[in-house]
């Protein structure tokens, strides 16, 4: 694609020119483009750790299986998006790595430094994991091409629910040929089958907002289709890992002295006091856990935004952050609020067990 004065003014105008478009021309679109239904990756294990720095250079890179052929589903009707997208997976004994390729013109890419969940209107990608298979619950990990991070964890029941946190490492860059991301997802962070073999519903997204938003996934979708998860692709090939277990202890301290003034004489310090805190977690099976905890300083969590209450008639709202209730929160999560854990705020102890044996979960 020419502009209009290239044939007149020769080459200098024409380098002019189409350096503005070529990332548009040389990166955007797969010549064997092809979406896929329920489509299938092999994933192969690493012998050297991936080092979390978005360049993609690792061993583990150079021999994964490719997870392409992105289809448009917003605002497209599973067509061929404009950027071509690529994803691949590896795993060690400790981590399940994922890396994405996202091809682009660099100087559209819509990235910013913000707090961890604030990333939904930049450039972003997410894995999927639904580990279990049976469409209940699954992971969604995400990162922007700064490699700042958000999550959420996907319920059959509730939807997304965005107050999860987990453990994981990402780093992004932002290069010459678009933008690229790693991730590095301990197995301590997830829960999945205790078997030899590992048989997962895995998706790969990426939100590409410009004049609209764009949504392209490695699956192609029915839009007729109700379920989310039938519809992802599967990966299979991670043997030999097991889910987090073990032991978790989390002990605090809080210290506090009151002063007071009598009159106009000096201030005249109390006594210090101090308060002991302890939580444990013990995972009893790799998909039961147990967990406990004395005297929790419960009030407030450092990730809570501030809120102030002036003659209000009803109770403030903050989303639960804390850790103790993270595991399970899907089972007591529901459309009515019937369990509002945030009014737990000064127990002296409390206990709390969840599981997924099979195809079931609870919480206590």
Same mark, same amino acid.
Request: net charge negative; aromatic share 12%.
């Given at each position: 694609?020419?502009?209009?004065?290239?044939?007149?003014?020769?080459?200098?105008?024409?380098?002019?020119?189409?350096?503005?478009?070529?990332?548009?021309?040389?990166?955007?679109?797969e010549?064997?483009w092809?979406?896929?239904?329920?489509?299938?990756?092999q994933?192969?294990?690493?012998?050297?750790?991936v080092?979390?720095?978005?360049?993609?250079?690792?061993?583990?890179?150079?021999?994964?299986?490719?997870?392409?052929?992105?289809?448009?589903?917003?605002?497209?009707d599973?067509?061929?998006?404009?950027?071509?997208?690529?994803?691949?997976?590896?795993?060690?004994?400790?981590?399940?790595?994922?890396?994405?390729?996202?091809?682009?013109?660099?100087?559209?890419?819509?990235?910013?430094?913000?707090?961890?969940?604030?990333?939904?209107?930049d *450039?972003? &990608?997410?894995?999927?994991?639904?580990?279990?298979? =049976?469409? !209940? #619950?699954?992971? $969604?990990? %995400?990162?922007?091409?700064?490699?700042?991070?958000?999550?959420?964890?996907?319920?059959?029941?509730?939807?997304?629910?965005?107050?999860? *946190?987990? &453990?994981?490492?990402?780093?992004?860059?932002?290069? =010459?040929? !678009? #933008?690229?991301? $790693?991730? %590095?997802?301990?197995?301590?962070?997830?829960?999945?089958?205790?078997?030899?073999?590992q048989?997962w519903?895995?998706?790969f997204?990426?939100?590409?907002?410009r004049?609209?938003?764009?949504?392209?996934?490695?699956?192609?979708?029915?839009?007729?289709?109700?379920?989310?998860?039938?519809?992802?692709?599967?990966?299979?090939?991670i043997?030999g890992?097991r889910?987090?277990?073990?032991?978790?202890?989390?002990p605090?301290?809080?210290?506090?002295?009151?002063a007071?003034?009598?009159?106009?004489?000096?201030?005249?310090?109390?006594?210090?006091?101090?308060?002991?805190?302890?939580?444990?977690?013990?995972?009893?099976?790799?998909t039961?856990?147990?967990?406990?905890?004395f005297?929790?300083?419960?009030?407030?969590?450092?990730?809570?935004?501030?809120?102030?209450?002036?003659?209000?008639?009803?109770?403030?709202?903050?989303?639960?952050?804390?850790?103790?209730?993270?595991?399970?929160?899907?089972?007591?999560?529901?459309?009515?609020?019937t369990?509002?854990?945030?009014?737990?705020?000064?127990?002296?102890?409390?206990?709390?067990?969840?599981?997924?044996?099979?195809?079931?979960?609870?919480?206590?």
């Amino acid at each position: 694609m020419l502009c209009p004065r290239t044939a007149l003014v020769g080459r200098a105008t024409l380098a002019c020119c189409l350096v503005p478009i070529l990332p548009a021309l040389l990166l955007a679109q797969e010549d064997d483009w092809e979406a896929v239904v329920r489509p299938e990756l092999q994933v192969r294990r690493t012998a050297v750790p991936v080092v979390i720095d978005g360049l993609l250079d690792d061993a583990a890179w150079r021999e994964a299986d490719r997870a392409r052929h992105f289809v448009e589903h917003q605002p497209g009707d599973q067509i061929q998006p404009p950027v071509a997208t690529e994803a691949m997976l590896s795993y060690d004994d400790d981590y399940l790595y994922c890396a994405f390729l996202c091809l682009d013109d660099p100087a559209r890419v819509r990235a910013s430094f913000t707090e961890r969940d604030r990333i939904w209107s930049d *450039d972003y &990608v997410i894995i999927l994991l639904d580990t279990f298979a =049976d469409q !209940g #619950w699954a992971y $969604e990990i %995400a990162a922007n091409p700064y490699g700042i991070q958000g999550d959420l964890q996907w319920s059959s029941g509730q939807g997304e629910d965005m107050t999860i *946190d987990l &453990v994981f490492y990402s780093a992004g860059r932002v290069t =010459d040929r !678009g #933008w690229q991301v $790693e991730f %590095a997802i301990p197995w301590t962070s997830l829960r999945f089958p205790d078997r030899p073999e590992q048989e997962w519903r895995v998706d790969f997204w990426r939100n590409h907002p410009r004049d609209v938003r764009g949504q392209y996934s490695w699956a192609k979708y029915d839009r007729d289709e109700p379920c989310w998860p039938c519809q992802w692709g599967v990966v299979r090939g991670i043997a030999g890992v097991r889910p987090g277990s073990g032991l978790d202890i989390l002990p605090a301290f809080t210290a506090s002295q009151d002063a007071e003034r009598n009159g106009h004489a000096d201030l005249e310090a109390g006594a210090i006091t101090g308060d002991l805190s302890l939580g444990v977690g013990y995972g009893m099976t790799p998909t039961t856990k147990a967990e406990a905890t004395f005297n929790p300083d419960f009030s407030q969590v450092e990730s809570d935004a501030a809120q102030i209450d002036v003659n209000s008639t009803f109770a403030l709202f903050y989303p639960e952050k804390r850790p103790f209730f993270q595991e399970g929160a899907d089972l007591w999560n529901t459309w009515f609020n019937t369990v509002y854990t945030r009014s737990v705020n000064q127990p002296l102890w409390a206990t709390k067990v969840t599981g997924r044996p099979g195809s079931s979960n609870f919480a206590a």
